[in-house]
């Protein structure tokens, strides 16, 4: 992806969180800078613990810097979709019901936010399934709901934190290709936060880097190899290997 033609949409400039205590304070992130382009698929690559998470959680607004600015190209704060790694759907909800929920929330007519959840559902391949409870699914359908209720609100930007981390490697693999999918078909800025270098090469137009708590920028890598993506082939290979030498991360 060429930044220079891209719009941005998303400016981190000198975020930094600190955490207080009776005893110590312990910094999280430290002075990170970046900008975040429109319908671009960023993946925010690190550590566990490294404060993937905080960043994630500054940018939606859950948290405030202790430093810095998290600023929208709009004048209003941008709309902004969660997928989280637990599935936090509600157990005593249907799937269409829990898809349909941020909308019922802004007092969306019935037959509207219907028609939109329908859509997602059918997009995220539960169709079928609009009647069930999330005890009856599996672990991956539970988190195509949980994509698909991100969507339901139409944010500009989607935030994905680790969420296939608990899924089995099969399920993870066709889960990417899943979002891969529904990004290319609802074109979205997507933030996408993993551990697995694998995993973030597969994804994302571009691989942000973080060190070791507080997370700060390591690297910033720009890919351009084409989609779908192939885990054998030799420039992919070349990418996770220049990435791992780079960093303590297992693959």
Request: with cysteine; aromatic share 10%; glycine share 6%.
């Amino acid at each position: 992806m060429d930044s220079n033609k891209k719009r941005i949409k998303l400016t981190l400039k000198n975020i930094s969180k600190s955490f207080y205590t009776r005893k110590e304070v312990f910094e999280a992130v430290n002075n990170i800078s970046l900008d975040v382009y429109e319908n671009e698929f960023l993946v925010i690559l690190g550590p566990g613990q490294c404060g993937k998470s905080v960043l994630l959680n500054m940018i939606s607004g859950l948290e405030m810097p202790t430093a810095g600015t998290v600023k929208f190209a709009e004048e209003k704060e941008a709309e902004v979709g969660f997928v989280f790694q637990k599935t936090a759907v509600f157990p005593w909800k249907t799937v269409v019901q829990n898809v349909e929920f941020a909308l019922q929330l802004k007092g969306v007519d019935k037959k509207e936010r219907r028609k939109r959840a329908q859509y997602l559902i059918d997009l995220v391949g539960l169709h079928g399934f609009e009647n069930s409870y999330p005890r009856q699914l599996s672990g991956g359908m539970k988190q195509r709901v949980g994509i698909a209720r991100a969507y339901c609100s139409d944010p500009q930007i989607l935030l994905m934190d680790e969420p296939f981390g608990a899924l089995d490697a099969q399920t993870r693999y066709q889960m990417e290709d899943e979002v891969l999918r529904i990004w290319e078909k609802e074109k979205r800025t997507v933030i996408f936060v993993t551990n697995n270098i694998e995993e973030a090469v597969y994804l994302g137009d571009r691989i942000i880097l973080l060190s070791e708590c507080p997370a700060s920028v390591k690297e910033i890598y720009e890919l351009s190899l084409p989609r779908p993506r192939d885990y054998v082939d030799p420039e992919f290979l070349r990418i996770r290997e220049m990435i791992e030498e780079n960093t303590d991360l297992a693959l």
